[in-house]
């Protein structure tokens, strides 16, 4: 009988569902797009009923595009946005508020205040991370202070926490799994990162009750299965959890310590396996466990980029100047250059390495012969400037820079956005055959679980090259184009 393995992908913007056989061939892909909440500047949404929506959704196309029962499935992996905070009813299963968006900045200045009191030292040595908003610990604060008897209730073990990873798993096994694994923990603030459990001191600092969190898991094992699940048969085993990025570096197959790749989604993010010791940065990185499989835990450097596709959405949405997304290439490609135009897409804070929540979106260069196609080229620049700064970061850190960037993510289709990311890095970039390697990797981590492959020897033979894009630019041009980049950063 025919292995058959889902991963539900739940996104920032939507949720992909992909359906692989034993062979690694996809018998389906299907996205669903859902509804983003923004309820004061700064403020980002997710209605926790519209995201299981959009994964009932998908599931059910997917089962249709493939031709296949639920029956025939071996195994379910789950990879998802990280740091989105939600918190539930354990009895009803209901959410006390919509999640809170990982790009949410309502925090930056309880942030702030803790880093006054100098509470930041000690919670990088202890997580790997810095003390921003991004992260779920602040948010999580948030709602238990904000919603009315939230803290109360969670203190008496009523209500459960999570990341997207452990709402899905609880929805999907019908309530018996409270479950998160060591990558999704890593990015709370609130897990030890060498002894990867729950740490004492960082709940205590954080007010939160320890009643209220998952179970820390490894990102492949099998943690229980499915029941009263929409769309689906009971007795599937949901059996592979990953944070996106982290399932994205699996399904890029970069197991050896010096991989790395760039995922372009909803935001951009550079990760590079370090193995089984991890190394704080010196240079605005973070330091994240990469996954947990057979008892062993990796650990990946990483820098994140708040804002890169969600740059595109602003223009098709906010600006009206595209249609879809995708038709910011052929709008970029009216003009030979960005005519001089920069965009710094800091249009939820900056990220790695520069750690600015305050910084706001800027654009400089106007002139009266700009054009869309400029602005259009400019934010394509904007993400690959990013990008950039990350892989400097990283270099410093590691002692020299990566020979190659392998890249994904819905973006990475952008051949003109490629050739500039290679122009600026002056490092060839791979693009794989297949983009949807955040899917990939979920599902990689469902089927070894299952059985369904034997070993990531067997996983990383699978992978192909799609395009290899060689820099083209001179070392002067590429430097001129630095400087007016981190001129605008300054400004920002």
Sequence with gaps: MASYVMAIDQGTTGTTVLILDGRLAIRARVNQEFRQIFPKPGWVEHDLDDIWGSVHSAVLRALREAGLS??????????????????????SGKPIHNAIVWQDRRTAELCARLKEEGREPFIRERTGLVLDPYFSATKLLWLLDEVRGAREKAEKGQLAFGTIDSFLAWRLTGGAAHVTDVSNASRTLLMDLRQCQWDAQLLELFRVPRAVLPEIRSSSEVYGTTRNARGLPDGIPVCGIAGDQQAALFGQACFRPGEAKCTYGTGAF???????????SRHGLLTTVA????????????????????????????????????????LARTVKDSGDLVFVPALAGLGAPHWRPEARGLVS?????????????????????????????????????????????????NDLLMQFQADILGVPVERPRMLETTALGAAFLAGLAAGVWSSSDEIRRSFKVGKRFEPKLKAEDRERHLARWRRAVAAA
């Excluded at 029956?71 to 009895?91: C, F, M, Y």
């Excluded at 879809?324 to 290439?329: A, I, L, T």
């Excluded at 259009?376 to 950039?388: D, N, P, S, T």
């Design 70 to 91: 639920g029956s025939e499935l071996s195994a379910i992996g789950i990879t998802n946005q990280r740091e989105t905070v939600a918190l539930w009813d354990r009895r």
């Design 365 to 413: 260069g106007i002139h009266r012969g700009t054009t869309a196609g400029h602005l259009a080229r400019a934010v394509l620049e904007g993400i690959a400037f990013q990008i950039h700064d990350l892989a400097e970061a990283m270099a410093k850190d590691a002692g020299h820079p990566a020979p190659v960037f392998r890249v994904d993510g819905g973006a990475s289709a």
């Design 270 to 280: 550079l990760l590079q396996t370090l193995g089984e010791e991890p190394v704080i």
């Design 291 to 330: 996954w947990r499989v057979g008892g062993v835990t990796q650990y990946a450097l990483e820098g994140s980029a708040f804002v890169a596709g969600a740059a595109v959405q602003w223009l098709r949405d906010q600006m009206k100047l595209i249609e879809k997304s995708s038709d910011v290439e052929a």
